[in-house]
Every structure is written in C-alpha cells, then in structure tokens.
C-alpha cells in the first residue's frame, strides 16, 4: 500500500479528475488526500465524497490587479507554509498535481523533499502552473499530441482526463426516471462549467420562446452563484407545455447527460471529457477569455475528431439554428453518438494508475498520520 497526496482544487476541472483517481486509488488499497481550495465550488463537489480526506489549502488565483496580485502572494506564501507541515506529517509516496493555484506550493514542497511529483494537464494549452512545475516532475500527463519544450520527452506520458465512477452512460428512460423528466421529449443542456456561464444563461432566458415553439425542452445549469433554482413554463403555439429548468449545480451529471439529445457548452476539457464518456452530441461556444485560449483550442481538436460543433460566442445569434438544425437531425446525432464512442475507447484512469504503480513500492499499511496533523 502507498500514499498518495492529490492537489486539485480551484475549479470543477481540477477537482472532478482527482476524485476519480483517489477513488481508483483507494480501490487497490492506497491512502489518498485530496488536496482543494477554500472556494464553493470544491465544498459543494466535495460534499458528495465523504469517504474521501479532503485537505484545505490557503490559496487563490493569480491575478493582474495589483491588489489582487499582493493577495496572490501573500496566499501563496501560507499555503508554502502549509504544505511543509502537510508533507512533514504524511511523508507521501507520490504527489501528484492537477493544476491550478491549489498545485503550486505542494509541488514545490514535493520537489524540496524529493519525492516523486506527478502533474496532470487535461488541456490542449498547458496552464502556468504545470508550465512552470513541469520542470520539478518525474512524470507529466498530456493530452495526445501535445509536448511542452521544457521537459524531456521521456517524462510525457500521453493520457487523457480521468472521469470520476459515478458518471456513467446510461439508457436515456432510466436517466429521465431517475430525474423525474418525461423521456420523449426533445430535451436540450445547457452547461456553462462549474462556475457557470452568463452569456449561455442569457442565451436560454432570451431564446426560450424560440426554442419553446420549436418543442425543445431546456435544463440549464447556472454556476454556483450565477441563478438560483427556477423554471419558465412556455405554452407553445402548437398547445404544448414547455419548460425551461434552471439550477445552480447539478450532482448527478451521468444521469443528466445521459437524458438529453444535446449540450450546448463551454470547452472546459472536463467536459469534453464527460460528453465523450456518456456519448452525448455537443455544440460548444468556448470562452474566449480563458487563459491562454485554451478552450478555443480544445473545441476546435475536439471538432476535428468528430465529436461536436463549434460555435464562436461572437456569432452567438448563430446558435439557435445551429441547435434547431442538430437536435432534430437524427442521423447525425447517431453519427456524433459513434464517433463519441470510438474516441472514448481509452481507460484513462487505469492508465493513470498502472503508470503510478511503477514509482512507488508496495508498502505494508500504517496508522493515518492525519490523526496527528490536525492536532
């Protein structure tokens, strides 16, 4: 048995995939704890996993602002502190890193103490974090096809995003049982990440009568944040009922997934991710203020494989006709359906693990060290 320490808190594209391996990890019988932030978005996610350790670390997101930058600095220096005494008490065997602020100082701390520092990246541009870090690590995850010039080749393994065991695809009368919606019916997601979308929640509130005439029934989720619970209720000229739902998160997104005809989405690489896992049809309008504009070039590999359509939010007037002409297109949601399922073919999670088994060494289980760290 091994320890394993996972910083991959920040957001729900960090945390989503260090769940699933904590969980595949704790599977085989190692020690997990799961390092995350103090933001809502990671208490709300991690609220559902109270069998996992979840550990939290002084932090935020860098920023410009000069105010911003200082608080940057200042969270940043606790959180050094921090992750000296977290691994002075657990003494891990591997660390491993998502990405994010959250990653920062236990790597370098990992690095310090020498032991063997993992990172992740699920995106097709690499972020700062695992930019800089990458140079400290033994191994780095990619996505297939992309290198970082810093590091030697032979630290990239080439694997995808590992997507947490309670998202599964499953028949869609099950997943509408399940959530209490009538199964046929043309339904549409509209999904804007973990921490929302605004422009996609206008979208839906702007377009719903629009859509209503058409027969789509909506389910949007907010953000955390963004909207509270609600519905609009749309009388269609043809005398149909409509209905557009709308809720801040969603718990159970392989259900949710699974029970509608299309998404329409942000390109986080998490959800790409999970629209590959549950092969369902996507139109993806990336945000076009991410770091280094990687969802813009998530979306368009993502579009070259055959998997979606890209919309750019600068043509966002576009998207009504773009979602008409899809969710009543049959044969080619089942054609985005098989190529959904050809592309989702590699376990990335048992990659992941077979990959960390080779370096560390089976070791007899011991008394939690967390016993003492917090007293």
């Known amino acids: ?116 520092l993992v990172l992740h990246e699920a995106n097709r541009r690499p972020g700062k974090a695992i930019r800089l870090l990458s140079i400290l690590a033994c191994r780095v995850y990619l996505p297939p096809g992309v290198h970082l010039k810093a590091i030697s080749l032979k630290t990239i393994r080439h694997i995808g995003y590992p997507i947490r065991k309670s998202i599964r695809p499953i028949s869609r009368h099950t997943a509408c049982y399940r959530l209490d919606l009538q199964p046929d019916l043309k339904r549409l997601l509209v999904l804007g990440g973990s921490q929302g979308a605004t422009v996609l929640n206008r979208w839906v509130v702007d377009n719903f009568e629009y859509l209503g005439n058409l027969g789509i029934h909506v389910y949007c989720v907010t953000g955390l944040g963004k909207c509270s619970k609600g519905k609009l209720d749309y009388t269609a000229e043809n005398g149909k009922f409509i209905q557009a739902v709308f809720t801040p998160f969603i718990d159970d997104m392989g259900d949710l997934l699974s029970s509608v005809d299309l998404v329409v989405s942000r390109a986080g690489a998490g959800s790409i991710a999970e629209f590959t896992h549950c092969h369902t049809p996507s139109i993806l309008v990336p945000y076009p203020f991410a770091a280094d504009n990687h969802q813009e070039e998530n979306a368009n590999f993502f579009e070259k494989q055959g998997g979606t359509i890209v919309v750019n939010e600068k043509n966002l007037d576009q998207l009504c006709s773009e979602v008409e002409s899809l969710i009543f297109d049959d044969w080619l949601l089942d054609k985005l359906q098989q190529n959904l399922k050809s592309i989702a073919i590699q376990n990335n999670l048992k990659l992941i693990m077979d990959d960390l088994a080779t370096l560390c060494p089976y070791k007899e289980p011991v008394v939690s060290p967390m016993e003492s760290f917090y007293t």
């Open 1 to 116: 048995m091994s320890t394993f320490i996972i910083s991959c808190g920040g957001t729900g594209g960090h945390l989503s995939p260090g769940i699933a391996l904590a969980e595949g990890l704790i599977e085989q019988g190692h020690d997990c704890y799961l390092v995350i932030s103090n933001k809502e978005v990671d208490s709300r996610l991690a609220q559902n996993y109270s069998h996992l350790n979840f550990i939290r670390i002084p932090g935020v997101g860098f920023s410009f602002n000069l105010k911003g930058f200082f608080r940057f600095c200042w969270e940043q220096l606790k959180s050094i502190i921090f992750a000296f005494r977290l691994l002075r008490k657990i003494k891990p065997d591997v660390v491993v890193g998502f990405g994010g602020f959250t990653s920062v100082a236990i790597s370098l701390v990992a690095y310090f103490y020498d032991y063997p």
